[in-house]
């Protein structure tokens, strides 16, 4: 199985295991299944190449380094982080303590991998001289929201003091040298990690991934400091930042990414949303 997934790893951006059914590929955005012979089909053929539960569970074995215990918290959460960045959702029976809070999985019915890759995608998005701002990145899921984040903390980092809140291990583990000139705080919540870079590390600039409701107020106090913040948001188009506008967090740059990655991100400035929302 992994002699034939390898072959299309440079493209590979999602990999699905559902226990007794066929392998599904994300590659260069386009869903397909897998045979067993190791060719990519748009349609379920007569010999795909299926999951197994036994599948499943050695996949997991081998992502902790044969220590599920030592990642065991991560899982509880529904995820596992690998070095290189590549993020593994899982599914299947949580078994919960006498509060009702989830304390493990007993079985896993599916995975969901995700791909991590350093792709220089955002030079022709966003020029040197709008790095110092504030800059949102907003797209779907798959969109490459984390990708696109990532090269402009990269950049950033060569000219100002970027501080990356890496919450769940993605940004910052990539196995290329990316994000070598950032300071990385890593397996905290947003909150706490700003606190601490404000306090001790000086930035110029904070990048985080993944904006939650809760976030909204501690990211206000943040660019109340004089600190500009790249960050990712979850959403489909420019209307959707609007949820933003209760904490008064306002972004001197949007970045609107196609899910299908076939057409240029679009880019707003502070006054065309302004204008539009």
Known sequence: MREHIFKYFTSLRELRMRADRPIRL??????????????LSKQCSEQPLIATSNDIN?????????????????LTYGYLTLEDGCRIGVCGKASCNEYGQVVCFSQYSSLCIRVAHAVHCSDNVIQDSMLN?????????????TTFLRDIASRASKLYNVVVVDERGELGATETENLQDADIITNCNKEYAFSVAIRSLAPDIIAMDEL?????????????SGVKVFATLHGSNIGDVSRLSSCGAKFDYYVILDKTQSKLPLLYSKSDVDKLL
């Open 58 to 74: 050695k996949t997991i074995i081998l992502a902790c380094d044969k220590s599920v215990y030592s990642v065991e918290r991560q």
């Open 26 to 39: 994300n590659v260069s955005g386009v869903w397909y299944y897998m045979t067993c012979q190791g060719k």
């Open 212 to 224: 939650q409701n809760s976030d909204f107020a501690p990211l206000n106090m943040v660019m109340q």
């Open 133 to 145: 701002s504030n800059i949102l990145i907003v797209g779907s899921p798959s969109a490459g929201k």
